[in-house]
C-alpha cells in the first residue's frame, strides 16, 4: 500500500504516521526526519538543506527529489510506503507519479489531516524543534498554503480527509477508517 499524508505544520502527521505505518506494516519516509538526520550527520546534503529548515522554507526540488527517489528505491519500500512531507508541491507529485510510474506502481490514498489554526500553533510550540519558533511557524504555515494546499486540488481522486483533533487513537482510526477498503486493518 502506497500512502501520502498532507497536512498543515502541527496537523500531527509524524505522530499519526509513527502509528499508522506500524499498524499498516509498510516503512515511514519522512522528508522532514531525513533531511534532519543528513543535518545531524553533517552530509553535503545535510549542509545544502540546513538553511532552508532553519528558514522554514522548502528545500529545492533538485536536492529533495534525488533523496525521496533514493530512500523508494530501498527494498522495504518496493512493496509500499507511508511519505510524510512528501510530496509538498505539484511539481513533486508529478515527480512522484514519475517514480511510481518506472517501478508500475501508484498510490492508493492521499490522507490530509486537518485541524484549526489554533490548535496547530499550541501543538508546535509545545514541540520544542529548532525550527519552531514563532517566525519560523508563520513561514511553514504560509509556504503550506500557497504551495502544498494546491496538491488537495491535484489529488482530489485519492483524497480522503480526517479531522486530526482529538485523542492520538481516535484520529487513527478515523485515518484507517478513510482508507480504501480492501486496505482496512480489522
Ligand atoms: P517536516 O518535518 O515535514 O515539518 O519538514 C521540516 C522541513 O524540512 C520543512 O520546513 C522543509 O524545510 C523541509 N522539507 C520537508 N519535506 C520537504 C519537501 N517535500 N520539500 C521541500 N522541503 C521539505
Redesign the pocket.
Given at each position: 500500500m502506497r500512502i501520502v499524508l498532507v497536512g498543515p505544520?502541527g496537523a500531527g502527521k509524524?505522530t499519526q504516521a509513527t502509528v499508522l505505518s506500524r499498524k499498516l506494516d509498510i516503512p515511514h519516509v519522512?522528508?522532514?526526519?531525513l533531511?534532519r538526520e543528513h543535518i545531524g550527520r553533517q552530509t553535503l546534503l545535510g549542509q545544502e538543506a540546513k538553511q532552508?529548515?532553519d528558514a522554514?522554507?522548502?528545500?529545492p526540488d533538485h536536492i529533495?527529489n534525488g533523496m525521496v527517489r533514493q530512500r523508494l528505491g530501498e527494498p522495504d519500500a518496493r512493496r509500499g510506503f507511508l511519505l510524510?512531507?512528501?510530496?509538498?508541491t505539484v511539481e513533486?507529485a508529478e515527480e512522484l507519479s514519475g517514480m511510481l510510474a518506472e517501478a508500475g506502481a501508484e498510490l492508493d490514498a492521499v490522507v490530509e489531516l486537518t485541524v484549526p489554526e489554533d490548535v496547530v500553533v499550541e501543538r508546535l510550540l509545545g514541540r520544542g524543534r529548532p525550527?519552531d519558533t514563532e517566525g519560523v511557524i508563520r513561514r511553514?504555515q504560509q509556504v503550506y498554503r500557497t504551495q502544498t494546499a494546491p496538491l488537495l486540488e491535484h489529488y482530489a481522486g485519492l483524497l480522503r480527509t480526517v479531522q486530526a483533533v482529538g485523542p492520538v487513537e481516535e484520529i487513527t482510526s478515523r485515518a484507517l477508517g478513510a482508507l480504501p477498503h480492501h486496505h482496512r486493518v480489522a
Open positions: 505544520p509524524g519522512s522528508t522532514g526526519d533531511f532552508y529548515l522554514g522554507d522548502l528545500v529533495t510524510d512531507g512528501f510530496p509538498r513533486q525550527d511553514r
